[in-house]
């Protein structure tokens, strides 16, 4: 069975820097691309980053280009958002995704990030 868990959430001042981890388990990880989403309260879940398998190639949302990195370690089968120059637009909860072919999409439970002064 899937399981993907997300860690490293909190509350953080706007400039500062968080690092999201998730931990994913059920499957060969180095397979698959790897996202993060964010949802904000009122607003439809958007998609962050994504990381192909090997980090060959990454994308992001236009709103946190130049901030935010995401990267992968398949040795220990997790997935990383490094976020910094926070804003408050950033509050949202945060969430890992894989997409396994003709299987179907995984969504871990969601961290917080708060961004506030």
């Known amino acids: 069975q899937v399981q993907l868990v997300e860690s490293g959430g909190g509350l953080v001042q706007p400039g500062g820097s968080l690092r999201l981890s998730c931990a994913a388990s059920?499957?060969?990880?180095?397979?698959?691309?790897m996202n993060w989403y964010r949802q904000a309260p009122g607003k439809e879940r958007e998609l962050v980053a994504t990381?192909?398998?090997?980090?060959?190639?990454?994308n992001y949302a236009d709103s946190v280009k130049g901030r935010f990195t995401i990267s992968r370690d398949n040795a220990k089968n997790t997935v990383y958002l490094q976020m910094n120059s926070l804003k408050t637009e950033d509050t949202a909860v945060y969430y890992c995704?894989?997409?396994?072919?003709?299987?179907?999409?995984?969504w871990g439970q969601g961290t917080q990030v708060t961004v506030s002064s």
């Open positions: 059920g499957l060969t990880f180095s397979y698959y691309t």
């Open positions: 990381i192909t398998t090997a980090g060959s190639s990454l």
């Open positions: 995704n894989v997409v396994r072919p003709w299987v179907g999409g995984y």
